[in-house]
């Protein structure tokens, strides 16, 4: 059979072991006599058939279903006598079930990883608390021209670093005292405007649904029917830089599109009836913290206040949407989501992405270091790389290892303009799976 789909193209076999082409998924096969085969170019594909000239190109359209890879192993003998064969190697699907559970990951993953020490926890929050009043001391100082823009991308910095150490309070990785984790959080979340219980309760909603279609809370993807309802404006906010990375206040107040409720309103359906008082709490500690920097307004000027303060404050911002996008984003391959009876806690947890920020990194307490956070929040952000690595002979191709980073993560830029260029939204239908392209944007 090889050889005569070779010798119909005018191509002669050598002898020698080919790497079998990349293939896409088997077709339904209405005429057992008739076997068609997608192509790269998802607009046609190859129909191999009895006709006499043995294949044809025909157009379809392109739906993403689940499906299953087709693996060849073949030897054939040409005319001369010559045998060749097709390397039997299965093509890596991402969106197929893993060949490993939960368990297998969690038994590889050193049993210290998961201890989690408050006094070094602590340690972190000091130094960085520390770092954060220097920097404003220090400009305020100085009040240059020369040192504010400099001064504006440290603290920012430095803010999400804030924000990392509460979501780990939020996680209970921080530590195992639950009072510890609720005061800590709410000093550092509410310090940056996050309402801590509010973030809290709907990033557990991310966890336990990450890789859902519909269930996924953050950065969640838009069904094809609703990105094409959505008015150009609402487009250009959501896919051209840098708007989506100043979306997270607004997030905090509205949720994402195709979602309502607030993480301040305790009536919100993000929150169970049980969980009122604790949105409350959170929405109080928000309120003081708005009403202080106010007051602080008044006394050193707003003007300055912006520069200490709010600009800072948005760099955060841009720090925080950046690094979440890109977790489950912007990869050179296409991921899979998942609905229905396709979607297990382990295979959307595997779809997340780890990312070098370079000297960032230790700064940003290895929040990069993401797909073993995702499955295990527990683990400490301590232990993250050193569990990773334990990992990752259990998850194989299923780990994709991260672009190493130069001292700042400038290659980043392109992967996240990139994937809003590209990832606009998702089949209405279908178990598995992966983001399209709108032509026309």
Known sequence: MASWVLSECGIKPTPQIFTRPRTRPISAIANPSKISFSPPNKNQFLSISNSPHGFSWKNRNWVTKVSTRLSISSVDVNERGESFSFVNEAEFDPGAPPPFKLADIRAAIPK???VKNPWRSMSYVVRDVAIVLGLAAAAAYLNNWLVWPLYWAAQGTMFWALFVLGHDCGHGSFSNNHKLNSVVGHIL??????PYHGWRISHRTHHQNHGHVENDESWHPLTETYYKNLDTLTKAFRFTVPFPMLAYPFYLWNRSPGKSGSHYDPNSDLFVPSERKD???STV???????????????IGPVQLLKLYGIPYWINVIWLDFVTYLHHHGHEDKLPWYRGKEWSYLRGGLTTIDRDYGWINNIHHDIGTHVIHHLFPQIPHYHLIEATEAAKPVLGKYYRNPKKSTPLPLHLIQDLVKSLKQDHYVSDNGEVVYYQSDSKA
């Open 112 to 114: 210290h990883c998961w």
């Open 189 to 194: 979340h509410s310090s940056i405007l996050v």
């Open 279 to 281: 949105v409350i709490t």
């Open 285 to 299: 500690c928000w309120t003081a913290m708005a009403a202080f920097l106010v007051g602080l307004s008044c006394v």
